[in-house]
């Protein structure tokens, strides 16, 4: 009898915890692949953050999305996962497919960092071109065909002038990540020129902290119907 209630107690809590999990719309619910619902457990998260659930059907559906969201809401993977997730289901071998751009060397390679560990049960390559490395490691990176590249502008462009045969024609996931700090820093002329060099029919994400007018206006000439998803912003 004891032993009954028991089990009956803890089928409960399972229900209860089933029941939050799908409220919160899981990880498991948005269509990813095994490997990447893998690498997602190993990277210790749960349940997605607000934005990543609000963006992420979006992005899954192809669509072109600004997200806006404090800082340290889980933007990175709200982009890294679908980019993943698409790679991985076509695979062809093409030259790079995605381009996460980010103002800084060290977001680059955090953003690397992350994109690496969601990836890890894949076979997708990956290239990280900052500046203050040696040229010459990144030219081995790039010689290894990568299918993804998280760059800062000022570098990426610097390696389509330097690499023959490097191109952009065959991108169809680009992100512009922190793209407020792009425009205090000045890089948003480069910025477009690299959009400028990658196929009209890309998928283009756009992730800021914050949405001055300014921004709004590079977001409505470098993306396609974009949806925004807005969440607590800072300021
Ligand atoms: P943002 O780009 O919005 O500033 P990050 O993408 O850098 O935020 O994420 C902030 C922190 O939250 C990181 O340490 C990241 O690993 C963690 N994180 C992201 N998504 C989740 C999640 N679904 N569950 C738990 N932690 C997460
Ligand atoms: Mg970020």
């Given at each position: 009898q004891d032993e009954e209630k028991k089990i009956g107690g803890r089928r409960a809590k399972k229900i209860k915890e089933h029941k939050k999990k799908m409220k919160a719309g899981s990880f498991d619910t948005m269509g990813f692949a095994p490997d990447v619902l893998r690498a997602i457990k190993r990277k210790g998260y749960r349940l997605p953050t607000p934005i990543q659930r609000k963006a992420m059907p979006l992005i899954m559906q192809g669509l072109d999305v600004v997200g806006m969201a404090r800082?340290?809401?889980?933007k990175t993977a709200a982009f890294v996962l679908p980019m993943i997730h698409r790679l991985k289901e076509h695979?062809?071998?093409?030259?790079?497919r995605a381009v996460i751009l980010a103002p800084t060397r060290e977001l680059a390679l955090q953003t690397h960092k992350t994109v690496r560990e969601l990836a890890r049960f894949t076979d997708l390559r990956t290239a990280c071109l900052v500046g203050g490395d040696a040229m010459e490691l990144q030219f081995e990176e790039l010689a290894a065909n990568p299918d993804i590249i998280v760059a800062t502008p000022g570098r990426l462009a610097h390696h389509l002038e330097e690499?023959?045969?490097?191109?952009?024609?065959?991108?169809?996931y680009c992100v512009v990540d922190e793209a407020d700090r792009m425009f205090e820093m000045g890089f948003i002329a480069q910025v477009s020129e690299l959009l400028r060099k990658m196929s009209p029919a890309r998928q283009t994400l756009l992730f800021s902290a914050t949405l001055p007018s300014s921004l709004a206006e590079f977001a409505q000439a470098g993306l396609t119907a974009p949806q925004l998803v807005q969440l607590d912003t800072e300021r």
């Open positions: 800082t340290g809401s889980g695979s062809i071998k093409a030259g790079a690499v023959d045969g490097l191109s952009l024609r065959a991108v169809e």
